[in-house]
């Protein structure tokens, strides 16, 4: 399977982006669960949210009333909304099933700057 996010950008603290993460196929989300991901600069890649297999939508607590993850089946397309960003959610954002399965794809940076 091939994971590709985009729809990262520069942006001000506060303000919203939303990524997209494309998938070769569902399939391994169906079975695994998807998840999104982040790695700041220095700092080991950690967990932001994801979609398990029983449908429940979970996320960390640094992003929890901030982020809001969606997906569209149909087109093998998972989202990420983005609201009131703060500088520490800067970082390369990847998406991957909740496992870790899969080989990790393209990430899309995201920055909070003003």
């Known amino acids: 399977v091939q994971l590709q996010a985009s729809g990262g950008g520069l942006v001000q603290p506060g303000g919203s982006l939303r990524l997209s993460c494309t998938a070769s196929?569902?399939?391994?989300?169906?079975?695994?669960?998807m998840g999104w991901y982040r790695q700041a600069p220095g700092k080991q890649r950690e967990w932001v949210g994801g979609i398990t297999t029983a449908d429940s939508i979970i996320y960390a607590d640094s992003v929890k009333g901030r982020f809001t993850i969606s997906r569209d089946t149909a087109k093998n397309t998972w989202y990420l909304q983005m609201n009131k960003l703060k500088p520490e959610d800067t970082a390369v954002y990847y998406c991957?099933?909740?496992?870790?399965?899969?080989?990790w794809g393209q990430g899309t940076q995201v920055t909070v700057s003003s």
């Open positions: 196929s569902g399939r391994i989300f169906a079975m695994n669960g």
């Open positions: 991957n099933d909740l496992e870790l399965k899969s080989p």
